[in-house]
């Protein structure tokens, strides 16, 4: 999508040929905008598809989700990277390693909003490695749900997450495609 890779070109930061920063618009301050572009794109791309849920990962990709749901108008649920004492529900439960983070977390997402049969729709801010997309494909294997795409923001494709999602069969469909950084620039 031009408005994002514009928005990457103007507002992004890329550290080391390896990371891009957009806390300007993404996953810090989040530009409405620019989300909800993404999220009707999102919408058109999969408007023959059944979609129940839309899943992703605490925190960045909650506006993400949001906006997505929105557009499909069903509910978003989140993995948790953390329990609290009010986690007295059962849940399905991942290891998901971060990239940015370098660190791996456990991610939980309760029984009660990811059941069997579901059709859900995984959404990211960032499809880079492919870990968080893979770990909640793995919480929905456990529910028995059927993960019919997924999708991100920004892809650094040259990171081989796609790879791996369409290995399995998977639909992947992302608002801007880098596929690698050259002198800090990123190149579509």
Known sequence: MKCIEEKILKDGLVLNNSILKVD???NHQ???EVIEAFAKEVHKEFSDTKVDIVLTIETSGIAVAYAVAKEFNVPFVFGKKTTSQTTIDDYFFAK?????????????????????????LIVDDFLAEGNAALGLLKICQQAEANVVGVTAVIEKIFQGGRYKLEDLGIKVFTGASIKAFVDNKPVF
């Open 96 to 120: 998901i390693k971060s990239f940015t983070r370098n660190k791996v977390s456990d991610v939980i997402v309760s029984k009660k909003f990811l059941k069997k049969g579901m059709n859900v």
């Open 24 to 26: 300007s618009f993404l």
């Open 30 to 32: 989040v530009d409405p």
